[in-house]
C-alpha cells in the first residue's frame, strides 16, 4: 500500500500499478542514475566510409543472454533487400557505442535485451538506449540483466502492443546503495570470481553452431546441394530474364526482379532433385488467426506473437500479453498440441517461419491473425516441413515471393504457400533428415543448458556480494 501524498514528490505523475508497487518515493538509501551512469547524446551524426563493409545490429540481432549477430552491410552491395536498412542509417538511426558502454532495448525490456560492448566495431540502432557507467561496467551490466530487471520493467510504459522504455523512465528507479556499495567494496573479489566463468562461457559459445546454420548443413547434404553457387546467385543484382518465361509458374503474372529471382535460384536449387512437387498439393486447409486488442500481461486470455516462432520448429507458447475480448467460436483460435504455423507477416528475413506446438496446452491461448495455421496430407512429416521452412529452402524462397513495400514488414499469404516448389521425398528419407536435425539441436542445447548454468553461477555471486554486510 502506497500513501497518496507521496506522490507529490514523484515528478513523472506516473499512476500505472507496475510502476508505484516498486517506487519507494525516497532517496534515502538509495542511488540515482546520475550517481552511476551517464546517458550517451546519440544525437551526433555518423559518417560511414561507402568504400568499407560495416556490421549493424538492430533489436532482433540480439538474443536474451546479450550476443550480437550483426547485419554485415556495404554500400558495393546495396539492393533491394537491404534497402531498409540503409535507409534507416541515412535517416540518423544509428550510434556507435564505445567500449564498456551499455545499451538496454527500448522495445521489449522485458525481453533482458541489454548489451555490454566489449568490441566497438559495430554500430547499433537508436532503438536501444545509451549509457556510459560511472562505476564498474561489468558488475552494473550483470546487476542490469539481473537484480535490476524488475525495476526496468517496473518503469517501461505499455506502447503499440508492447512495453517501451524511454531515458525520463530510467531516471526514476532508484537502485539500492547497499547493492552498488556491497558490490564496489568487493569488486575484485567478484571479478576475479567471474572471470573464469566467463572463460568457461566464452569457450561454450565457440561451440555453438547457429540453428538456421545447423538446418541449411543438413538439407544441403541431403539433397546434394552447393550453397555457395546458390548464394554466388543470390549476390547478383541484375538478371536477364526472356520474355516467354513471364507466365512459366507465374499465376499472378508477377513480372519483378524479386519473382525471377527466385525462379532463377530454385532453377539452380532443384536441378539434381527429382522429388520436387508443389506444396498446395499437400495442404488441406489453411487459417489466420484473430487479433482483438491485446496488453501485456493481465488478466484475460494468453495470446501469442511473432516472437514466439524459433528456427528449431518449436512454437514457445508462453505468451506475454492477454485479451479481455471474446467473439463467436473463438475456440476455433485456441491453440492445441501438434498445430503447425507459419508467420504470415515479419521482415523479409523472418516471415514464413514455422514452429509447431509441441507440448500439451492446458490453458486457453490464442493464435493472432500474423499466424497461419496449417493441416498437411499423410505424405507430409510436419517437422520435416517445419524445419525446410526454416532453412535456405524456405528463407530463399519466401523473401523474393512475400509482398509489401516496407521490407521491416512484408507478407505471405495462401497463394505464396500453394505455389512454394520444394523437396517432398518419401516420408522415411523425411524422418531421416528430421532425425540427423533434432540430434544436432539437442546437442546444441545441452551446450546452451551448461552456457545457463554458468549464467547462474555469476549471477549467485553477484547475489553472495549483495547480502554482505
Known sequence: MKNISNFSAE????????????????????????????????????LLAEDKPFEYVEIGCVNKIGDVSPHKLSYENRDELNEPLFKKIEKGDIIKPQLDDILIS?????????????????????????IRPKVNSKLLYYCLRSVFLNKINSVSRQGKGYPTLKENDIKTIQFSSKIIDNLEVNKDLILSEIEPLENEISILKGKRINT?????????????????????????NKINVPIHLITSRNINFRNSYRWFKIQSLQKQLYKEINCIKKLGNHIISTKNGWSPSSQEGGDGTPILGQEHFNYDSHLNINANKTTQE????????????????????????????????????????????????????????????AYLFNSFLGRYYFKYVSKGKNQTMVKISSTELDNFYLPIPDKKKQLTIVNKIKKQIDAQKEIDKRIAEKQAEISAIIEKAIQTE
Do not use: W
Open 11 to 46: 515528478n513523472s505523475c506516473r499512476f500505472d500499478y507496475k510502476f508505484i508497487d516498486d517506487y519507494n518515493f525516497t532517496n534515502n538509501g538509495f542511488y540515482t542514475y546520475k550517481d552511476l551512469f551517464d546517458f550517451v547524446d546519440v544525437d551526433n551524426k555518423i
Open 106 to 130: 527500448k522495445i521489449r525490456p522485458y525481453l533482458n535485451k541489454i548489451v555490454l560492448i566489449n568490441d566497438d566495431s559495430h554500430y547499433f540502432t537508436k532503438a536501444f538506449i545509451q
Open 326 to 385: 471474446t467473439r463467436n467460436k473463438i475456440e476455433d483460435f485456441y491453440i492445441k498440441k501438434g498445430d503447425f504455423f507459419v508467420s504470415r507477416g515479419n521482415t523479409i528475413d523472418l516471415v514464413a517461419l514455422a514452429s509447431i506446438v509441441e507440448e500439451e496446452v492446458e490453458d486457453d491461448i490464442l493464435f493472432p491473425d500474423l499466424y497461419i495455421k496449417m493441416i498437411f496430407d499423410d505424405e507430409i512429416n510436419d517437422k520435416y516441413l
Open 212 to 236: 538456421k546454420v545447423l538446418l541449411d548443413k543438413v538439407f544441403s547434404n541431403s539433397f546434394k546441394i552447393d550453397l555457395e553457387s546458390i548464394k554466388e546467385i543470390d549476390d547478383i
